[in-house]
């Protein structure tokens, strides 16, 4: 059974930066890609980013571009995404999930993905 646990989410200001965490086995980073998605209220859940596990190439939605990095974390056995120069309209719940069928990033697609974590909350508001 694939578990990933979100961590990290928080309450900042905007402009300020949050690093929210992904956490997995190890087989799991190394055999799936990896992806980060969104949820505000009302709205549809958005992807945000992906890694590859096959060789660490990334993808953004073009919201998030120039602002949020993907990276993995070895050490920590962890997908991580650090996101700068927060905006109100980042606010959502985050989500990270497992593309069981590919280790390439093929698209920030809800439906490629699988294995939901249970996500974390970020909050932008002065």
């Known amino acids: 059974q694939v578990q990933l646990v979100e961590s990290g989410g928080g309450l900042v200001q905007p402009g300020g930066s949050l690093r929210l965490s992904c956490a997995a086995s190890?087989?799991?980073?190394?055999?799936?890609?990896i992806g980060w998605f969104r949820q505000a209220p009302g709205k549809e859940r958005e992807g945000v980013s992906c890694?590859?596990?096959?060789?660490?190439?990334?993808m953004y939605a073009d919201s998030v571009k120039g602002r949020f990095i993907i990276f993995r974390d070895n050490a920590k056995n962890t997908v991580d995404l650090q996101m700068n120069s927060l905006k109100p309209e980042d606010t959502a719940a985050y989500y990270c999930a497992a593309d069981l069928l590919s280790a390439e990033c093929t698209g920030l697609v809800r439906g490629f993905f699988g294995s939901w974590g249970q996500g974390t909350q970020v909050t932008v508001s002065s």
């Open positions: 190890g087989r799991i980073l190394n055999e799936y890609a």
């Open positions: 890694i590859s596990s096959s060789d660490g190439s990334t």
